[in-house]
């Protein structure tokens, strides 16, 4: 018989219980309140399980915050500057992944190339490691209390380490590995005790480029590992690790993961020769995307392994679950055809099933959900709904010259800027102004029908006259509308063009209480209607100054998005990209004299391996030329980027040719900087210099600080001046407060510059 399990569960809750829980216990709830929300939280996401006939049930997956800060409190790895000492209360590991006034959290990263963040391990060369089997051992005999047959699911020591800071000159922190495998190994004994018979552990890491030591240590501390008593189960995804196959086949571990849906042509490679009596786990199901599971091709894939290895082939899928919503069951909304394509955590469970029933009894008993299965598959295939002939026919005909703009930039800039009149060191935001009670509540009403769409339009021009006039009175130069009719920076772009769907629930946790509900892009993009034409419009005609358009850029649209896995996402890329170049045409002939073309997640975007950033790289570029380089001249294309460490595709970032590009800087002290100087970065520069992450107002000297810094790598007339990102989580008394010291930064830079006489 089949087994079937799964990496993980979404642990948030059908509707967002979790979060729910957490807020009301950090704003002064009790601890016993929130232990419970998380009690009934794991037993129905286990009873989910095995009421979908789920074989093993997933222990180990639930975390208050997040998976692997759970493993620092398992371990008492808390970094000393926290004060904890070995064992973690409840309230310390709060305190390390939100800070405090005497210390910042932990660093939050985002985890391989998900949108979920994980609390990054902080170690120094005093580090010891010291179990703290609470944090997991309770939670194990609840679910065998439950009568549940348990895996134990943790991320593996050599991901934990390596995803680990490392602090202290000299310190290595793979020189911890030792301690660290003994703390695994007693915690898999105390496992063992209780009775549990699979552990399975996560090396993501296995996916990445590693360095050959990291690699070296796979075999020992997997030789010690498994030693301890439990059979594991080392779970490699995000990736093929066909490369390590001779190294993965040797393990002397009990079973193996492979991730099938990213990589499904490695199976054959590790079925020739697979030792007997050991398992292997195909991950077939999509873990990371939202598309029902084309089950005829999964039978398929699976035959060959089925008769090979019999009961020793589990079924799961490709990794956690934690990056789908929880379940279809609340979307009323959804086009019904749109809808019977998705599969969620809940329905993926019932997927799984069912090809183990399918592998073991026979397709015929499965016979109706293989035709719908089939029925969906040639839906999508037949291009019914999600295909748009004109459109592919307009992306057939594109010429180079579309993706060029007509002068180089030399030529362009003078133009540009004596048409929007702007001084030296030009002053400008990066989009989004705060979101305010107001606000919030003219969206909720109008989404509850309580406020009628011309009330909420009434509403957002209000605020939008608001932050004209605020700007204004700032003596800012560059304006915005301030993006109040936004509710996120993605889902606003989703609900408007085809090819679009926004779900109701589907929430997927990015990190502790936050989430997202990335839309799903499920056919051929277009743009039937102008987006952002009017409110921009409104801003600018309430002021002389020029006002700057705000869109979001074809890649970060793709990577915040569920995307269509029936075809490569350069090409989606390419489709969001003239619906963006749509936009921008049209703002440009309503007057608008500069359009930023946001780009945060381009970065992010990056594959795990090097030797696929080139391909990315250049349909990433391809598509940010598209959607900017139709307009004249004379209109400025700004972009804007975050989340730095984007020092190593600066010749992509230049490629973009985008005329301005704001960048974040000043958390990292300008450190990025130094990476644009050093490189000579060819055109304007906005490094920011208000870091608004934080809700403190900085004090002018820092800010010309950063700013005689910034024009130590960049030539004074390619220099703006500006925050490092949007405003919108930040209220006005601190944004007026802080951007009134920023115009001030820019005004003593022009007069140190002699060009205080500017025009203003
Ligand atoms: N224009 C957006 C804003 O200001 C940019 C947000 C971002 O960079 N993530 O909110
Ligand atoms: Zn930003």
Redesign the pocket.
């Known amino acids: 018989m089949t087994t079937t399990h799964i990496p993980g569960f979404p642990r948030i809750g059908a509707r967002r219980e979790l979060k729910a829980a957490l807020e009301q216990y950090w704003s002064g709830g009790d601890e016993a309140a929130l232990r419970a929300a998380g009690h009934a939280l794991r037993h129905r996401h286990w009873r989910l399980q095995r009421e979908a006939g789920i074989d093993l049930v997933t222990v180990g997956d639930f975390a208050w915050y997040d998976h692997v800060h759970n493993l620092t409190a398992l371990f008492g790895a808390a970094p000393a500057r926290f004060g904890i000492g070995r064992s973690v209360a409840l309230a310390d590991y709060f305190r390390m992944a939100r800070g405090d006034a005497a210390q910042p959290a932990l660093a939050m990263t985002k985890w391989f190339d998900t949108n979920y963040h994980y609390l990054a391990p902080e170690l120094d060369r005093d580090t010891v490691f010291r179990l703290n089997p609470d944090w997991l051992l309770p939670e194990v005999r609840e679910a065998q209390a439950a009568g549940h047959r348990v895996k134990v699911a943790l991320v593996g020591p050599l991901t934990y380490l390596y995803l680990a800071r490392q602090r202290g000159a000299g310190f290595e922190r793979l020189s911890l590995l030792p301690l660290l495998l003994n703390s695994y190994w007693a915690l898999l004994r105390q496992l063992a005790g209780l009775g549990v018979e699979w552990v399975q552990l996560d090396e993501p890491l296995l996916c990445l480029d590693l360095e050959p030591a990291w690699l070296r240590a796979v075999h020992s501390s997997y030789a010690e590992l498994a030693t301890a008593g439990p059979r594991l189960l080392l779970a490699c995804y995000f990736g093929g690790v066909a490369e390590h196959a001779a190294l993965l086949r040797d393990l002397p571990v009990a079973g193996l993961h492979l991730d099938l849906a990213r990589a499904p042509e490695q199976l054959p490679l590790f079925l020739r020769d697979w030792p007997a009596a050991r398992v292997l786990s195909a991950g077939v199901i999509d873990g990371r995307n939202v598309w029902r599971n084309d089950l005829r091709r999964s039978l398929e894939l699976l035959r060959a392994a089925h008769q090979q290895l019999g009961a020793d082939l589990w079924l799961a899928p490709s990794c956690s679950l934690l990056h789908v919503p929880h379940g279809l069951a609340g979307e009323t909304a959804l086009d019904p055809e749109v809808r019977g394509w998705l599969a969620f955590a809940g329905e993926k469970l019932d997927e799984l099933a069912l090809l183990a029933r399918a592998l073991d009894h026979g397709a015929e008993t499965v016979a109706d959900a293989l035709q719908a299965s089939d029925a969906v598959a040639a839906a999508r295939a037949s291009g019914s709904l999600a295909r748009d002939p004109a459109l592919r026919r307009r992306i057939a005909a594109l010429r180079p010259e579309d993706e060029r703009r007509r002068s180089p930039f030399a030529r362009r800039i003078g133009r540009q800027r004596a048409r929007l009149g702007l001084p030296l060191f030009p002053t400008t935001?990066?989009?989004?102004f705060p979101q305010t009670a107001e606000i919030r509540r003219a969206r909720a009403q109008h989404r509850a029908g309580t406020l009628d769409d011309a009330g909420y339009a009434a509403a957002m021009r209000a605020e939008i006259g608001r932050a004209v006039a605020e700007q204004e009175a700032l003596g800012l130069d560059l304006l915005?509308h301030g993006?109040a009719e936004?509710n996120d920076?993605v889902e606003y772009f989703a609900t408007l063009p085809r090819g679009f769907a926004v779900t109701q629930h589907g929430w997927v946790q990015s990190y502790g209480s936050r989430c997202v509900k990335p839309p799903v892009i499920y056919g051929d993009v277009s743009r039937p209607a102008p987006m952002t034409v009017e409110w921009t419009r409104h801003a600018q005609s309430l002021t002389a100054r020029p006002v700057k358009g705000?869109l979001?850029g074809p890649v970060?649209l793709l990577q915040w998005c569920f995307v269509r896995d029936d075809q490569p996402r350069g090409d989606t890329a390419l489709q969001l990209a003239l619906a963006v170049r749509d936009e921008v045409l049209d703002l440009e002939a309503a007057g608008i004299r500069a359009i930023?073309i946001?780009e945060?997640?381009i970065r992010e975007g990056l594959p795990l391996r090097r030797t696929e950033w080139p391909q990315y790289l250049r349909w990433a570029v391809r598509a940010f030329r598209l959607a900017a380089c139709g307009v004249d001249d004379a209109t400025q294309i700004h972009t804007?980027?975050?989340y730095s460490e984007f020092a190593d595709i600066l010749p992509s970032i230049a490629a973009m040719d985008a005329d301005v590009i704001t960048i974040?800087t000043s958390r990292s002290g300008m450190a990025l900087l130094d990476a644009f100087g050093g490189f000579r970065y060819p055109n304007d520069i906005g490094p920011g210099i208000y870091d608004i992450h934080s809700p403190r107002v900085p004090r002018l000297e820092e800010m010309t600080q950063l700013l005689d810094k910034a024009a130590q790598v960049i030539p004074p007339e390619r220099l703006w001046v500006n925050p490092d990102?949007?405003?919108?989580t930040r209220g006005w008394d601190e944004v007026r407060a802080a951007l009134r010291l920023m115009v001030e930064a820019a005004r003593l830079q022009r007069v140190k510059a002699g060009a205080d006489a500017a025009p203003a």
Do not use: F, N, W, Y
């Open positions: 935001t990066i989009g989004s915005v993006e936004r920076m705000m979001t970060t930023q946001d945060p997640a804007h980027m975050c974040e990102c949007g405003l919108k």
